[in-house]
């Protein structure tokens, strides 16, 4: 089921549900996927009250839940998402495609996303598409980040694991460090097999922390009271990534956390597009924890079930 609906104050927001878990994308603003939720439960993404139904201005906005970006962090990474967008629905996908960003600081790209639910369970296929509608060609990667609610931790696997010898004398990948990044701030956790970053108050030298990896197995995950969501993007081997080689990314601040994925680095011509699939499940009554046991049993199998395409 597609509805068009009001949501917190925009009146033109678009509901897709199929009686297991249900989307709210705002095209008032954005795109924006402010809520992902099983039917009659808790939204798993972060919403912003102060910012919920406003519309235009030339202030950038967090609003919440999962947007489109582009990679370098620069001034039109900032550009802000508060015009309407155009909604085409096509069979089973529905696409929400903004404006091209032509006034400052924008460098005349345009973005999309198309949204396409299963018809039964909870997985979500997001085709992101950013195409360059400027005269000249320009370096970007598309970079997805989804806005986690409070009280939940990240959850992001490691390369396998294995003792130095003969076949291992090469590294297996990156753990990229920003300046703000403090390994010894009690919200992370590192185990052999796992990374966790935990969403709660701060109490070290920072208000935020970020890192960012190279994610062969595909998957991240962000558990919060018995909810764990998931979202997998397929790495492509041998690519330039950002960030130091980069597929998967995880920030967190006092309010929020992040689970990022990028795609590779692309020199984007005119009238080209980028694009980049993510694929989201949610699950439910999974059971709590904090070490590598846990995670190898409650959130792997879960983590690992779902298919890409």
């Known amino acids: 089921m597609v509805e ?3 949501y917190r104050g925009w009146n033109n927001a678009w509901r897709l549900s199929n009686g297991t878990v249900e989307l709210i994308v705002l095209a008032d603003i954005g795109p924006r996927i402010v809520h ?4 009659g439960g808790d939204n798993i993404l972060h919403e912003l009250s102060a910012d919920a139904g406003r519309t235009g201005g030339s202030d950038f906005r967090l609003y919440g839940g999962h947007r489109l970006w582009v990679w370098p962090e620069i001034a039109r990474t900032y550009f802000p998402d508060n015009q309407p967008v155009a909604v085409d629905q096509s069979g089973a996908a529905i696409r929400f495609t903004s404006p091209v960003e032509s006034a400052p600081p924008g460098t005349h790209l345009q973005k999309e996303i198309e ?3 299963d018809p039964s369970g909870t ?3 997001l085709t992101h598409r950013i195409t360059n509608r400027a005269a000249a060609s320009t370096e970007l990667a598309v970079w997805c980040p989804t806005m986690m609610r409070a009280n939940g931790k990240a959850i992001l696997p490691l390369p396998p694991r294995a003792a130095m010898d003969a076949d291992h004398f090469q590294s297996v990948g990156p753990l990229t460090l920003w300046s703000f990044t403090d390994l010894a701030d009690p919200r992370w956790i590192f185990g052999t097999e796992f990374i966790q970053l935990q969403q709660q108050k701060p109490t070290g030298r920072f208000a935020e922390q970020m890192t960012g990896i ?3 197995a595909a998957w991240g995950a962000y558990y919060s009271s018995g909810d764990l969501f998931v979202k997998r993007a397929a790495p492509v081997v041998g690519a330039r990534y950002p960030d130091f080689g980069c597929n998967f990314e995880i920030f967190t601040n006092p309010d929020f956390l992040e689970l990022e994925t990028l795609s590779p680095v692309i020199e984007l011509a ?5 694009s980049h699939t993510e694929v989201w499940e949610l699950f439910g009554n999974v059971p709590s924890g ?3 046991a846990w995670t ?3 959130i792997v199998p879960l983590a690992t079930s779902m298919k890409l395409t």
């Open 214 to 216: 190279f994610n062969p």
């Open 123 to 125: 997985r979500v296929c």
């Open 115 to 117: 949204i396409a639910l």
């Open 296 to 298: 190898q049993s409650s």
């Open 4 to 6: 068009r609906i009001s």
């Open 270 to 274: 005119p009238q080209q597009t980028a």
């Open 36 to 39: 992902y939720a099983f039917c």
């Open 290 to 292: 904090d070490d590598d």
